[in-house]
């Protein structure tokens, strides 16, 4: 059974490629949903225990949000 891990909103500064997000999300295998508050792509990668990275295909021309969940799948 899926078991969300976390849940955030997150500041991201206009023109930024990328965010980093950090916490404790164990050893186990998890999956991140994000959604922007402005249109675009996004992946999720480099993740460990502790940290992923979101990668925007289109930075935010102004500040924006980003809204995540971790899912742990174990």
Not at 6 to 22: D, F, K, L
Not at 42 to 59: D, M, N, Q, R, Y
Request: charged share 10%; aromatic share 8%.
């Amino acid at each position: 059974m899926a078991d969300i891990i976390t849940n955030a909103s997150v500041a991201v500064v206009a023109g930024s490629g990328t965010r980093t997000i950090t916490g404790v999300f164990g050893a186990g295998a998890y999956v991140v949903r994000a959604l922007t508050s402005w249109v675009t792509a996004l992946s999720v990668t480099a993740k460990t225990a502790t940290s992923f990275v979101v990668t925007f295909g289109t930075a935010p021309a102004a500040d924006g949000t980003l809204d995540y969940a971790v899912i742990g799948l174990d």
